[in-house]
Antibody, heavy 125, light 107 residues
Framework: QVQLQQWGAGLLKPSETLSLTCAVY????????WSWIRQPPGKGLEWIGE???????NYNPSLKSRVTISVDTSKNQFSLKLSSVTAADTAVYYC???????????????????WGQGTLVTVSS | DIQMTQSPSTLSASVGDRVTITCRAS??????LAWYQQKPGKAPKLLIY???SLESGVPSRFSGSGSGTEFTLTISSLQPDDFATYYC?????????FGQGTKVEIK
């Protein structure tokens, strides 16, 4: 049973850096891609970026200049940092594990199979 | 960027109704499409992947079809637990984008 538990600061001021961490319990950590996805209040979902166990990253081009995703394989955790936040970054942020075809011990990320509980991050002065 | 457009945005239906939601991609995505169900205050839940494969544990009243640019999610007989918002999601060349959502409401 794979479980993702996330945490981080919920209230930020404009220009500050958002920081969230997601811990993975159960299942394998290596061999999968791990993503961050956000959802502004009352709106749809936006993929932010992904990382694998070896630290290879891929970011949404619209956020790439402000996003850093990192991994700590010793703790089965991965983290999100988003710099220079504005009110437009107010959203529920989710961590997720990718699902897809697996080959040679690694799985592609075609969809998002397991999700964290979500963290509401509000940016307000 | 590949844009995903869902229709309708809102759907009013009754328990027992057959419900169909459409998702269109701005360019061909083969069968790289997933569907999710989201209830208020909860994370999305994967229902369908690769356009038509049912995720383990998901009731068989949910089904998906389509390829290329047009896809559908069908609920064969709507149950009280199915009133929620549904999202499609595409995967193509290292990017993932979602539709804007379809809210299924009680009629």
């Amino acid at each position: 049973q794979v479980q993702l538990q996330q945490w981080g600061a919920g209230l930020l001021k404009p220009s500050e850096t958002l920081s969230l961490t997601c811990a993975v319990y159960g299942g394998s950590f290596s061999g999968y891609y791990w993503s961050w996805i956000r959802q502004p209040p009352g709106k749809g979902l936006e993929w932010i970026g992904e990382i694998n166990h070896s630290g290879s990253t891929n970011y949404n081009p619209s956020l790439k200049s402000r996003v850093t995703i990192s991994v700590d394989t010793s703790k089965n955790q991965f983290s999100l940092k988003l710099s220079s936040v504005t009110a437009a970054d107010t959203a529920v942020y989710y961590c997720a594990r990718g699902g897809g075809e697996c080959s040679g011990g690694s799985c592609y990320q075609e969809y998002f199979q397991h999700w964290g509980q979500g963290t509401l991050v509000t940016v307000s002065s | 960027d590949i844009q995903m457009t869902q229709s309708p945005s809102t759907l009013s239906a009754s328990v027992g109704d057959r419900v169909t939601i459409t998702c269109r991609a701005s360019q061909s995505i083969s069968s790289w499409l997933a569907w999710y169900q989201q209830k208020p205050g909860k994370a999305p839940k994967l229902l369908i992947y690769k356009a038509s494969s049912l995720e383990s544990g998901v009731p068989s009243r949910f089904s998906g079809s389509g390829s290329g640019t047009e896809f559908t999610l069908t609920i064969s007989s709507l149950q009280p637990d199915d009133f929620a918002t549904y999202y499609c999601q595409q995967y193509n060349s290292g990017t993932w984008t979602f539709g804007q959502g379809t809210k299924v409401e009680i009629k």
